[in-house]
């Protein structure tokens, strides 16, 4: 059993008691009144907490009333993912810090975040009940790793990198690669690293985990093939969950449905245990595909999609900026952050998974970029709405 599923105890019980217990549902994706009236609970004195210990989120706040319902939540003030590129907030002392990451952007400012004790365990607890929920812990049997994500090295603090290390801790390690191998002076993309690795695994028939940027995997692949290389049959306890997006290989992005049966194909690893995830510095409450590779909300938080000019939230199906809605962190006023992702939002029979939480599409990134994809994206969006 993985430690992570441990108990957690948040800074302080008294004045985060409903906080606590809504954290301590097992359940990842519970649903009902008693889960709606405890996430409101909690979010109440979330805001509470930062409003007495961060003056921005005191200002913000201002003398707004608390939360009363789940529909409250539309009314909750929301700080927008790109506030944390340009200013460092917290709400907690700075020596309650114990971890400091960045986001893993490819330009411009990156995002800072600060995480105490509860916020780093707490999110990390939610990741292993995930896991667990889905049947992925497994102490029975040594796995190989292969990590598209930068091999951590002093001074290199990137949230992806932290992320990816730890979910090494869910089944026990035989031997782990990394897709982006620390040069001394920087990382640089391993491909023929990356395929030596999946070649071993497959000939001493041993399960391997990869983690990490889906663009990286795609293109071993694709050297695969360019090498002549037949597919290879990796064992079906095999998994891949996806994090990061494609970054700044976005013009060489392929759809999702492509992807994952290019793995299938070329490594024989079962659609279903080819998964996506989203998350980001900013809210690292874990998003986990489900069999159908749809993204449900778990019930440690609530999203919203909110339309691209009024900002009002809009009903199921309509794309807008995502929301992301969690009363769990402690350390920083993050917990209601609008990102720049455009989504929509989608019931739980619009998925049939058996999971009866909502979940949510990523659509692409607002504004103008320099990756076509996501502009055309913003707009095929925003031409609706004229």
């Not at 995830?277 to 609530?302: D, K, L, Q, T």
């Not at 019931?347 to 058996?354: F, I, K, S």
């Not at 990756?371 to 994206?377: D, G, L, R, V």
Request: charged content about 25%; hydrophobic content about 40%; proline content about 8%.
């Amino acid at each position: 059993m993985s430690s992570y599923l441990g108990p957690v105890t948040v800074p302080n019980p008294s004045a985060l008691a409903e906080v606590q217990r809504l954290c301590d549902l097992a359940k990842p994706y519970d649903v009902g009144p008693d889960a709606d009236a405890l996430f409101v609970s909690a979010m109440n004195e979330s805001n509470r907490w930062h409003a007495e210990r961060s003056p921005f989120f005191r200002s913000l706040w201002g003398a707004r009333e608390p939360l009363e319902s789940i529909e409250d939540i539309a009314r909750q003030p929301f700080v927008h993912a790109n506030f944390f590129k340009m200013h460092e907030v917290v709400s907690i002392p700075r020596e309650d810090v114990k971890l400091h990451v960045t986001s893993s952007g490819t330009t411009g400012q990156k995002s800072q975040m600060f995480f105490d004790d509860w916020t780093l365990r707490s999110g990390q607890r939610m990741v292993a009940r995930i896991f667990e929920h889905y049947g992925w812990i497994d102490p029975s049997r040594p796995v190989d790793y292969l990590i598209y994500t930068y091999q951590p090295k002093p001074g290199v603090n990137l949230g992806a990198s932290f992320t990816d290390h730890y979910l090494c801790d869910f089944a026990p390690v035989r031997r782990v690669e990394y897709g982006l191998p620390s040069t001394g002076t920087g990382h640089e993309f391993d491909a023929f690293g990356a395929v030596r690795a999946l070649l071993r695994s497959a000939e001493d028939g041993v399960p391997v985990r990869i983690f990490g940027f889906p663009a990286f995997l795609s293109f071993t692949l694709d050297r695969m093939r360019a090498l002549g290389l037949p597919p290879v049959k990796l064992s079906d306890d095999s998994l891949v969950l996806f994090g990061g997006g494609w970054k700044g290989n976005a013009d060489k992005q392929i759809s999702k449905r492509e992807l994952y049966a290019k793995i299938t194909d070329q490594l024989g690893i079962p659609d279903e245990r080819v998964r996506d995830g989203f998350g980001s510095v900013e809210h690292s409450v874990p998003y986990i595909e489900c069999a159908r590779h749809n993204m449900h909300v778990p019930v440690w938080s609530r999203v919203l999609i909110r339309d691209v000019r009024t900002l009002e939230p809009v009903p199921h199906g309509e794309p807008g900026y995502l929301q992301f809605v969690s009363p769990f962190i402690t350390s920083a006023p993050a917990q209601s952050v609008l990102m720049g992702d455009l989504a929509t939002l989608h019931t739980p029979a619009e998925c049939g998974c058996g999971l009866d939480t909502p979940w949510f599409e990523i659509r692409g990134r607002a504004g103008l970029s320099r990756n076509k994809s996501c502009a055309i994206a913003a707009a095929e969006l925003l031409k609706d709405k004229s």
